[in-house]
């Protein structure tokens, strides 16, 4: 059985910076790929950064590049993403997201597709 769950969430000042977690089971780093993306209130889910299964490389889909950092850690079965300078606009429910079918980067919020449960994030003075 496949899982996912995020941690790590909160309010932040802007920026600040907050590390999310994305746990997995029954999925394995070494052949899947582990996508974030974020949903900020009234607008549609949107892929953020893919780490690549094959050499753990990032593929950004959002202009966080420089400010955000995909990482695993393969013994853990974990990804994480470190959020640094974060911005009123980064607020939203951060999800990770792994294809069930295929094993390369999910970068549309829609198809076959294991969600993680989502950790909301906040920045805000």
């Known amino acids: 059985q496949v899982q996912l769950v995020e941690s790590g969430g909160g309010l932040v000042q802007p920026g600040g910076s907050l590390r999310l977690s994305c746990a997995i089971s029954?999925?394995?780093?070494?052949?899947?790929?582990i996508t974030w993306f974020r949903q900020a209130p009234g607008k549609e889910r949107k892929g953020v950064v893919c780490?690549?299964?094959?050499?753990?490389?990032?593929y950004y889909m959002d202009s966080v590049e420089g400010r955000f950092t995909i990482a695993r850690d393969k013994a853990k079965n974990t990804v994480y993403l470190q959020m640094n300078n974060l911005r009123p606009e980064d607020t939203g429910v951060y999800y990770c997201a792994a294809p069930s079918v295929g094993s390369g980067c999910v970068t549309q919020p829609t198809g076959p597709i294991y969600w993680g449960q989502g950790t909301q994030v906040t920045v805000s003075s």
């Open positions: 780490i690549r299964s094959t050499d753990g490389s990032a």
């Open positions: 029954g999925l394995n780093l070494d052949y899947y790929a």
